[in-house]
């Protein structure tokens, strides 16, 4: 018998070695880089500078634009290898066995293991569905705080919704932290395809973390490149016992530098890009019979796709696209409670995938209507 992580690992490493396929999944980024971006991984790599290990809180220039990026004078920025690399040590240095994490229904789910994994109880609020508006509304997570609370995530633009938190709204939950005496994570990774954004740390500088991340808004994904950027203070503690000592990956780091760099003469197009995708995408679905987007125009660089109302199950219609190699996620991987509702679709990404996603709506509609069962998903 196949033990579950060797399974669910054999099921990416087929995605990753199957050749042509769409990633309308992830949440990945495929715009073509900045010819900088290119030019300082190759000049990395023929310099052979991945001999050497990189600082032990990143290069300063990363560090220093990172924060300028941000627009938080005053923090100080740890790079880590990847924004999930920060959330897990975030979790793992200031939770204990007993406290409670608090963050929405749906969410990012891995925050949740790291914190169940050192002894901390998890509690969600549900903001699915249209009672609730897709967000979380400050007086509810105010009514969840209890005396053990002592962290509360909030991914905005939330993933997988897409909705965004309004400035009065972010500075009502930071108070709501601040008088709980917890830390606030605000995972901004989405924030550069909202329409909008606040950061909680203007108003709760000395406990908030955000959380940024190059694997979205620049594309390096794969390269394994973010933060966690908060006060002196708090990035002191997280760098005195970080998972990896030794420095992020170096090449990692030099790209990151050169995207910041050129972030304004590129991003505007990718924006501009994955907007369009998600109108095609919209407009697919008002003709579909069915199919709904629960939050248009997504903050984020993704849309969620109601099913119930065309009759289909989302692990069916992520089989149906599958088939044609196209990767979509059913909503069951954020969560178990309003999985059976939706799937997710990722907009930054070649218009070309999105047209054929959107042509072949019809066809997988029927195939999904007439599916019996569905492969095992992740």
Not at 77 to 93: N, R
Not at 305 to 325: D, F, H, K, M, S
Not at 342 to 368: C, H, R, Y
Request: hydrophobic share 40%; net charge negative.
């Amino acid at each position: 018998m196949v033990a579950p992580f060797a399974a669910r690992n054999a099921h990416f490493d087929r995605l990753v070695n199957l050749e042509g396929l769409r990633w309308l999944g992830q949440n990945t980024n495929h715009a073509t880089p900045h010819p900088a971006v290119r030019e300082a991984i190759e000049k990395c790599l023929q310099d052979e500078e991945f001999h050497i290990y990189a600082p032990p809180a990143g290069l300063e220039e990363l560090r220093h634009g990172i924060v300028s990026d941000v627009g938080l004078p005053g923090a100080e920025a740890l790079v880590s290898d990847g924004a999930v690399a920060s959330l897990y040590h975030v979790c793992h240095t200031f939770l204990s066995p007993g406290d409670e994490f608090i963050t929405t229904d749906p969410t990012w789910n891995w925050p949740m293991v790291f914190a169940r994994s050192v002894g901390a109880t998890v509690k969600q609020i549900p903001i699915y569905g249209q009672e609730h508006g897709y967000r979380l509304a400050p007086e509810r997570l105010a009514a969840a705080i209890t005396a053990r609370t002592k962290m509360i995530y909030i991914v905005d633009p939330n993933n997988p919704l897409g909705t965004t938190c309004t400035p009065e709204e972010i500075k009502e939950i930071a108070a709501i932290a601040e008088r709980a005496n917890a830390y606030l994570i605000h995972d901004s990774t989405y924030r550069d395809f909202a329409y909008s954004h606040s950061l909680a740390a203007h108003y709760y500088p000395q406990s908030t973390i955000t959380i940024y991340s190059f694997s979205k808004w620049l594309g390096l994904a794969g390269l394994r490149v973010g933060a966690a950027v908060a006060s002196e203070d708090t990035i002191g503690r997280l760098a005195s016992a970080p998972p990896n000592n030794l420095g992020s990956n170096i090449l990692s780091q030099r790209a990151a530098i050169a995207g910041l760099k050129h972030k304004g003469e590129w991003f505007p197009a990718v924006l501009e890009n994955q907007r369009a995708n998600q109108t095609l995408i919209n407009q697919a679905c008002e003709r579909s019979g069915g199919l709904a987007v629960a939050v248009y125009p997504s903050n984020g660089n993704f849309v969620v796709i109601e099913t119930g109302g065309a009759g289909v199950t989302p692990e069916a219609l992520v089989a149906a696209y599958q088939a044609r190699n196209i990767m979509i996620r059913q909503g069951a991987y954020h969560t178990p409670n309003f999985g059976d509702r939706f799937v997710k679709v990722s907009t930054t990404v070649p218009s070309g995938w999105v047209q054929e996603f959107v042509d072949l709506m019809p066809e997988m509609l029927a195939e999904a209507r007439n599916a019996q069962g569905a492969p095992q998903l992740f």
